[in-house]
């Protein structure tokens, strides 16, 4: 009997697409994929440590999963991705049941170790880091629907203060343009029609004499391509280039997630974002230039050490300039091993709550007057899947990633069709379809 697999997927799209790389090498291997925890012979879980929340979720997590090995002792259980990386031999000390801990550079091992594991007992950790590992041979096993996820990259080198990443992804390195545009035509192949470009710092690609922007140019002419994405470019490495690029594409979409973090200078430095705040609003501004109905969308961590009330206002005046399309928001969570971790003036709990819900409160107007813009236009729209809240209804994104909801019509599914925008409500547009272009 073929042995079943089975994988869970936490953090960011990088983790995604690695989840359906590790697919791949499984299927590869023989194992089969089963979406039934029960029925699997090895369980694993894909995990992020950015902030202590998702480290949290996954320790609860890995508690259901002793009570299947309890049941089922011969079950093997594996830890993968960035808390793997991370926490390392440290996993097994409270948690002897895990049977494999990989980090993101060692997934090459993993049939290996498994056959390995169904003949010895000893847990397995392998965590070493690559600077050269992009997995470039590898089939990803991708999950249906319209989008193909794509890692062009991996790793960072940026080394913001708080942030983890660096440590639980390594140094940073670029896949070829050839192999990325070859897996972008059989992405197409299978029947996706958008590919999202990844990469913990996807902008600062390199791949010999290329930098992103001729990348883009190269995926841009794969035929049968509708949208192209990616995420998540740093501020610093956005130039005239790129965004002149983007103008001229077609598809490649119009909307840019811009990481802030924060709106004080002195914040910013602390946090080695390596832009001002000056700089910040005048690189938006040009973006707005260049590409007039841009989405613009950002991540803000409030409470970072020694965060004043006044420099928190800086961050929303921040804000206000920009206008951002939407927002992620998070509380600073210190990470043992990074340097703001070790920062004497961690501010108190309270009030970052409060800066939180001060800032969530600001950009929820900050959305709907962005989408109120919208409505009256015809804006197309890639038809993605069926509305939550009804059967009879289509969602898809503009191609400034703004959600729409309209009635289906004679769409279908990957269909570009024209919307007329009737209304914008809580964070989505409501329109009407005017016309469907297969
Ligand atoms: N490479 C991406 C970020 C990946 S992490 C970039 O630079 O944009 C995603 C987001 O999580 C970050 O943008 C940041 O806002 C948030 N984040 C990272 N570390 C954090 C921490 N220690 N506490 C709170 N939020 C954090
Ligand atoms: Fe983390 Fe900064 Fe690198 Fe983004 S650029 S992954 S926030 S260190
Ligand atoms: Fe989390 Fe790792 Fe992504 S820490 S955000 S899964 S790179």
Redesign the pocket.
């Known amino acids: 009997m073929r042995k079943k697999y089975y994988i869970e997927t936490y953090g960011?799209q990088m983790n995604v697409a690695d989840s359906e790389l590790v697919a791949g090498l499984l299927q590869k291997e023989g194992f089969g994929a089963t979406t039934q925890i029960n029925e699997a012979d090895a369980i694993f879980v894909n995990t992020c440590a950015?902030?202590e929340h998702a480290e949290e979720r996954v320790h609860s997590r890995l508690g259901n999963f002793r009570i299947l090995k309890e049941k089922k002792p011969e079950l093997i259980v594996g830890v993968l991705g960035c808390m793997a990386q991370n926490l390392k031999n440290k996993l097994l000390e409270n948690k002897p049941y895990i049977d494999v801990v990989l980090g993101p550079d060692s997934y090459r091992k993993l049939p290996e170790l498994i056959n390995r594991k169904l003949d010895r007992s000893d847990s397995v950790v392998d965590t070493k880091l690559s600077r050269f590992e992009v997995y470039d041979d590898l089939f990803p096993s991708r999950q249906t629907g319209i989008n193909a996820w794509v890692s062009i990259m991996r790793g960072?080198d940026k080394f913001c203060t708080?942030?983890?990443?660096p440590f639980t992804r390594g140094r940073e390195r670029s896949r070829p343009v050839d192999s990325i545009v070859t897996e972008a035509r059989q992405a197409v192949a299978e029947g996706f029609v958008e590919l999202t470009l990844l990469g913990?710092?996807v902008n600062s690609y390199r791949h010999e004499e290329q930098g992103f922007a001729d990348l883009l140019k190269a995926v841009a002419q794969v035929a049968g391509l509708k949208r192209i994405r990616y995420t998540?470019p740093?501020p610093q490495d956005i130039d005239d280039e790129l965004l002149e690029t983007m103008a001229e594409l077609d598809n490649v979409c119009n909307s840019i997630h811009l990481?802030l973090?924060a709106g004080a200078d002195r914040i910013l430095q602390r946090m080695n974002r390596t832009y001002t705040r000056d700089h910040f609003m005048r690189l938006s501004d040009r973006i707005r230039e260049i590409l007039p109905q841009v989405g613009l969308t950002t991540?803000?961590?409030v409470g970072f050490p020694g965060e004043t009330d006044e420099e928190f206002q800086q961050t929303l005046q921040v804000l206000e300039h920009v206008k951002f399309e939407s927002a992620y928001t998070?509380?600073?969570?210190?990470?043992p091993g990074t340097k703001a971790a070790q920062f004497t003036d961690q501010v108190d709990p309270e009030k970052s709550q409060y800066r939180l819900e001060q800032l969530i409160k600001l950009q929820k107007q900050h959305t709907l007057i962005r989408n109120q813009e919208n409505v009256g236009n015809t804006e197309i729209v890639l038809v993605e899947k069926e509305s939550k809240r009804s059967s009879l209804n289509w969602a898809g994104r503009t191609d400034s990633n703004k959600w729409v909801i309209f009635d289906k019509g004679n769409a279908q599914i990957k269909d570009f069709v024209a919307v007329e925008i009737t209304e914008a409500r809580g964070v989505s547009l409501h329109g009407k379809i005017t016309g469907v272009d297969q």
């Open positions: 960011c950015v902030r960072c708080f942030c983890i990443v913990q710092n998540s740093h990481p973090q991540d803000i961590i998070f509380k600073y969570s210190p990470r």
